[in-house]
């Protein structure tokens, strides 16, 4: 490794202390793949969020996104199908009256992929999250029944119609990803978003790099092993040298390496204050790979 880790990176402003409002500490962003677009390295995402039929759980998860917007984590992840369309629907009150400041992406399921479908898709998804446009849209999985050509034809329509403003894939392989890449055209791939977490790290056999090479940000979903990552997986001395939780080292190691940036789910918003506080300070390099030669 040796190079600084985070190049690439933009660290922003100290936040003031004196703002309650804020997150002390620094907000860091990273650009889109090969964009101009600069993404906060820790986004949301709403998986699970939004479905639940309890008012007083509704609004404590709007309140808990709220809060992260606060706290600069505007970037916010979602998909038709989480929740059957309702997590859209909960991203699109979080949203109002704040679309501009706010980075959202969300992704087109599978059984979409026919060029009709995506457009389609892609119109529902607009009316539920309440935007005349989408950041980021996301092919969830792929699906090898149906020609990447036949989809990708249907992105370039929508980036052409200003519905979409970045196209990005998810869950594709090297290959899967090239392809995806040659079908676009001449619009670049944004970004390809993959399970990636101290307890998850089989993209580092091969798509990482290949990423990393042809500058396709890596989304790491399920940065947190799902809220399960086992307690002795970072040595306690760095918990005590850093002062941070585990949470808080999971999302600043996963997100150590150019080109990746994470969108950890909190329900609770002492959670997402927790996030929000997770790059205050950077591990240095042989501590990041201290972590990494622990076994996982
Ligand atoms: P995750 O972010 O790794 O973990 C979420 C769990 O961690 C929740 O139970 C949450 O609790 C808990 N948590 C959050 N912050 C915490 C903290 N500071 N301390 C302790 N626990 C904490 O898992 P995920 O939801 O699977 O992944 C994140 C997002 O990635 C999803 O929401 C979704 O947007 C995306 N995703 C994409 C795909 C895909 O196929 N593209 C697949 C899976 C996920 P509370 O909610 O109670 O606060």
Redesign the pocket.
């Known amino acids: 490794m040796g190079s600084n880790p985070i190049a690439g990176s933009l660290l922003i402003a100290r936040i003031s202390k004196d703002n309650p409002s804020r997150a002390e500490g620094l907000l860091e962003y990273r650009l889109l793949g090969r964009t101009n677009e600069r993404v906060p390295v820790l986004g949301m995402?709403?998986?699970?969020?939004g479905s639940t039929r309890a008012p007083a759980e509704r609004t404590a998860q709007t309140e808990?996104l709220k809060r992260g917007l606060e706290l600069g984590m505007a970037f916010i992840?979602?998909?038709e199908f989480?929740g059957d369309g309702e997590s859209e629907r909960l991203v699109g009150e979080v949203i109002k009256g704040n679309r501009d400041s706010v980075f959202v992406a969300t992704?087109v399921w599978p059984s979409n992929l026919h060029h009709d479908d995506v457009l389609l898709a892609c119109d529902r998804s607009l009316k539920r999250l309440g935007v005349s446009y989408i950041d980021l849209y996301q092919i969830?999985?792929p699906n090898p029944r149906i020609p990447i050509r036949e989809t990708m034809s249907a992105m370039q329509e929508l980036v052409a119609a200003g519905k979409v403003r970045h196209v990005g894939v998810?869950?594709f392989s090297v290959d899967e990803t090239r392809k995806a890449q040659e079908a676009l055209g001449r619009i670049e791939l944004a970004s390809n978003?993959v399970?990636y977490?101290l307890t998850n790290r089989s993209i580092e056999s091969g798509l990482l790099q290949f990423c990393q090479k042809e500058r396709i940000t890596v989304i790491a979903?399920?940065?947190?092993?799902?809220?399960v990552l086992p307690i002795d997986i970072v040595p306690e001395s760095l918990l005590t040298k850093y002062r941070m939780?585990l949470?808080?080292l999971a999302l600043n190691w996963v997100t150590f390496r150019e080109g990746v940036v994470a969108?950890?789910?909190?329900?609770?918003k002492e959670?997402?204050e927790?996030?929000a506080e997770s790059l205050s300070r950077r591990l240095s390099t042989p501590d990041y790979e201290l972590i990494a030669r622990q076994p996982h």
């Open positions: 995402g709403t998986w699970r969020i808990a992840d979602t998909a989480y992704k969830h999985w998810s869950n978003q399970e977490s979903y399920s940065p947190l092993g799902q809220g939780t949470a808080q969108i950890p789910k909190a329900a609770k959670h997402m927790e996030n």
